[in-house]
T-cell receptor, first 114, second 115 residues
């Protein structure tokens, strides 16, 4: 079975540029989550979707961040404009709608903003 | 609001030593509890989970965890660690009762096992 697929695996760009991270959840999973992981702050939930609808975006740091889920098999996390403090590993995870089912994580995108 | 506390930031053990990583959560209702492991440079993987039934849960690679409701705890244990257990371990909780919701993670505990 294909797991959660994220692209790109690594991204290095200059500050001010737009960055788009992509995620394909596991087929049949209704919930999708975007996390950010840094040494300082650990693992933070940015936003999650149920059935393509954003449910909680309180973790999105500021207006520079936006996320979309146009259909059940694709989501994007966009940063515009990017800043050096956005450098982190961004994980996407998916699960079924049942709370007792675990989330399955992608391999992450390591983002470096110069 | 829910929160998850992992008391140990970094644990260093020798091979064959026993392991216990603490996890406490703050939520009075029904909960689902998870332990995830993140090996160096990799993504998070599920070690074990509890949502009902026997409070002693067995997971992969010889790990187990015990849910003690009165103590709001879900500590992770392994009787004898190996060098390959070197990783970061995350405890996580969400509200029980059915729907998938916000999974709250602890800050993680780094485990270093000396060969």
């Amino acid at each position: 079975d294909a797991g959660v697929i994220q692209s790109p695996r690594h991204e290095v760009t200059e500050m001010g540029q737009e960055v788009t991270l992509r995620c394909k959840p596991i087929s049949g999973h209704n919930s999708l989550f975007w996390y950010r992981q840094t040494m300082m702050r650990g693992l933070e939930l940015l936003i999650y979707f149920n059935n393509n609808v954003p449910i909680d975006d309180s973790g999105m740091p500021e207006d520079r961040f936006s996320a979309k889920m146009p259909n059940a098999s694709f989501s994007t996390l966009k940063i515009q404009p990017s800043e050096p403090r956005d450098s982190a590993v961004y994980f996407c995870a998916s699960s079924t709608n049942r709370g007792y089912q675990p989330q399955h994580f992608g391999d992450g995108t390591r983002l470096s903003i110069l | 609001a829910q929160s998850v506390s992992q008391h140990n930031h970094h644990v260093i053990l020798s091979e064959a030593a026993s392991l216990e990583l603490g996890c406490n959560y703050s939520y009075g209702g029904t909960v689902n509890l998870f332990w995830y492991v993140q090996y160096p440079g990799q993504h998070l993987q599920l070690l074990l989970k509890y949502f009902s039934g026997d409070p002693l849960v067995k997971g992969i690679k010889g790990f187990e965890a015990e849910f003690i409701k009165s103590k709001f705890s879900f500590n992770l244990r392994k009787p004898s660690v190996q060098w390959s257990d070197t990783a970061e371990y995350f405890c996580a909780v969400n509200e029980g009762g059915g729907s998938q919701g916000n999974l709250i993670f602890g800050k993680g505990t780094k485990l270093s096992v000396k060969p």
